[in-house]
């Protein structure tokens, strides 16, 4: 049976929670970063989670510490990138060919009145499901991971709204691939 006492003596037994500092280790994240233990604790939840969701029977150990290993990495990358995202504010990250990297909505962002005018009409291009999109991305600041999961739909499926919605607000937005901002 599958529950979280199950999960977390699966963790501590043997070396199982190696997987965690393994992670870490691949991303560079090392114990005298100031959020080393934050990201410790967040992997081991992620750790608890990941082996709940595993998606076969516990058979085949090998094959959950890799899901789990793989589980743990992803969250703790978007947890980065989200982390840097806030930092940045609106300012444009080098080298990302996504021309919506830079619209993440901070207080002093959305307070200005022209930006919210200008969200405000590219809503009304849009279908209810970019819609929702758009807002879960840039407005609530969630993954394409933790949207496909919310609505229901394949990560697959999103990509192919979010090139939808570039196109149809390109006569609002303009050409984003060149000028100016490059991405």
Do not use: C
């Amino acid at each position: 049976m599958r529950t979280e006492q199950t999960a977390f003596a699966f963790m501590q037994a043997g070396d199982h929670e190696v997987v965690i500092f393994g992670v870490l280790k691949r991303l560079n994240i090392r114990p005298y970063q100031d959020h080393y233990q934050d990201l410790v604790q967040d992997s081991r939840l992620e750790f608890i989670d990941a082996y709940l969701k595993y998606p076969h029977d516990y058979d085949n150990e090998k094959q959950l510490l890799n899901y789990i290993y793989q589980s743990i990495k992803w969250k703790l990358l978007d947890q980065l990138r989200r982390q840097t995202r806030l930092q940045q504010g609106i300012e444009i990250p080098g080298g990302v060919d996504d021309p919506f990297a830079n619209l993440a909505f901070t207080d002093e962002v959305s307070a200005n009145s022209e930006t919210k005018l200008v969200y405000e009409k590219v809503l009304t291009y849009l279908s209810a499901d970019e819609r929702r999109l758009l807002n879960g991305l840039f407005i609530e600041g969630k993954t394409i991971s933790q949207l496909a999961v919310e609505l229901n739909v394949s990560r697959k499926t999103l990509y192919q709204w979010r090139l939808k919605i570039k196109t149809k607000i390109k006569p609002i937005w303009g050409d984003t691939s060149r000028g100016p901002f490059r991405y």
